[in-house]
């Protein structure tokens, strides 16, 4: 452990203990090289766990053992125990003990797999609350049977850390996107840097029907897939320098959303990925879609950090979400029945505008008076966070049946208006509630809707009132695209997640 880590382990020591250190304290415990081993563990430039024992005599006592919450499950903590208590024994250390909390199950059964023993009980020995703690003690760490324990800890320490792969920043990763009516495919460089982005719409094949027909979805992305894939290889072996396309196998991973969507457009992709993977050996990695709509943010402003919350609307999607830490979501609310994307293709299918219907309302809303009309606020003040549009639709079409029927012109821009400023009322109440009631600083609006310039500015305004920063992608990144896909690709693949060559489309996968 380097001064240079101290800030990222004092963060994971307050997201994970009840009574945290203090950073003071880790400064202190890193001057005192003599008494101390402290170790961390990185993959790329992520600090994902550190652990610390002090040597007195021929006793270790290890004082902290912490691994950051998006990167457990994986044996990091067992690699890490392993690396101190063999810069322990090389010290001339002899027995290691420690304490631990009574309810802390897990930590008892690592420690137990190096060979600690519960010898004892401290009474209401931590404070908050005065839980008892469990004493551990060892055997001698040089007797044959702790030897081959210690072996055993460190053979699987090695397979862990071999497992987390780390990586310089440069690794390649192929998205694969085909949850819908969009065929896409890019390539990632480092997780950030887009190196080939192509998309092929299936707009014009749906329009006439004012919406998308899951049948022609499918058949459309068997035509476009092979072409679309080998577009974005030869983009992304002339931004690099290549001489012809980018070769698979110069590729760190292959990323392809298998959920949520339509099931049939979601296999497409899923079973092409699973054989680019299957042929060339490259590893293969699932992401959910809405998980790649948040990391559309990320890609277009490096600065968003978790704790967070994100409002995800889209033609399939509406809902608010928590995401405390990388990689771990907590839905707060969705819509009970219609997405938004969904209620303004309904609407502008009525009303003969054509489809795609967010893209023609927000336009001529821009001319129109948002207090024409004055539409419901469906479960504006419900208490909870869930959406339901059906309700606003149903009026919306009535009124446009009532004004028909009596023979009135419909004034298109101030029907779209009121209409878009229903939903935006809404969205922006529950979305400031949402950010004030989990604490965060930063929100995120994600999703094809997000493209809404209402919606945007709306937002913006009311969250800068609460002092949340908004970030929002460009337009380009809001629909459906590949380059989001593989953006979360690079961070499923980094913490060592990969998908089966036996994995299927899951249509109504859940984020969390």
Known sequence: ??????????????????????????????????????????????????????????????????????????????????????????????????????????????????????????????????????????????????????????????????????????????????????????????????????????????????????????????????????????????????????????????????????????????????????ATGVPLVGVNHLEGHIFANMLADPTVEPPLVALLVSGGHTSLVHMPAWGEYHTLGETLDDATGEAFDKVAKVLGLGYPGGPILSTYAADGDPAAIDFPRAMMRSGDYAFSLSGLKTAVINHIRHEREAGREIDIPDLAASFQQAVIDVQVSKSVRAAEECGVKMFCLAGGVAANAALREALREALEAIGVRMSVPPFALCTDNAAMIAAAGTYRFRRGERLGLDAEAVPGLRLG
Request: hydrophobic share 45%; aromatic share 4%.
């Open 1 to 278: 452990m380097r001064n240079s880590d101290i800030d990222a382990v004092h963060a994971i020591e307050t997201a994970v203990f009840p009574s945290p250190w203090s950073r003071a304290m880790f400064m202190e415990e890193s001057a005192r090289e003599n008494d101390r081993v402290w170790i961390v563990a990185e993959a790329g430039n992520e600090l994902l766990g550190y652990a610390g024992i002090m040597l007195v005599g021929e006793d270790a006592h290890i004082m902290n053992l912490a691994v950051r919450r998006d990167a457990r499950g994986r044996g990091l903590g067992s690699a890490l125990l392993s690396a101190v208590i063999d810069g322990a024994v090389c010290r001339g250390a002899v027995h290691v003990t420690l304490e631990v909390r009574e309810s802390n199950v897990a930590a008892i059964g690592l420690y137990e797999s190096a060979g600690l023993h519960d010898v004892g009980m401290r009474p209401g020995y931590y404070s908050g609350g005065g839980e008892n703690a469990v004493i551990m003690w060892s055997d001698d760490m040089n007797a044959p049977g702790m030897q081959a324990r210690r072996g055993q800890l460190a053979a699987r320490a090695e397979s862990v850390l071999a497992d987390f792969e780390l990586h310089d920043g440069s690794e390649l990763v192929l998205g694969i996107e085909s949850s819908c009516d969009e065929t896409a495919a890019s390539v990632m460089r480092g997780g950030n840097e887009l190196v080939s982005s192509v998309v092929a719409s299936q707009i014009v094949f749906h329009s006439r029907f004012g919406g998308v027909v899951p049948e022609i979805a499918s058949r459309k992305h068997t035509e476009a897939i092979v072409g679309v894939i080998d577009e974005a290889l030869a983009r992304a072996g002339e931004s690099l320098g290549l001489d012809g396309p980018l070769p698979i196998g110069d590729l760190s991973a292959i990323a392809v959303t298998h959920g949520p969507g339509l099931v049939g457009a979601l296999v497409v992709g899923l079973a092409y990925a699973k054989g680019l993977s299957l």
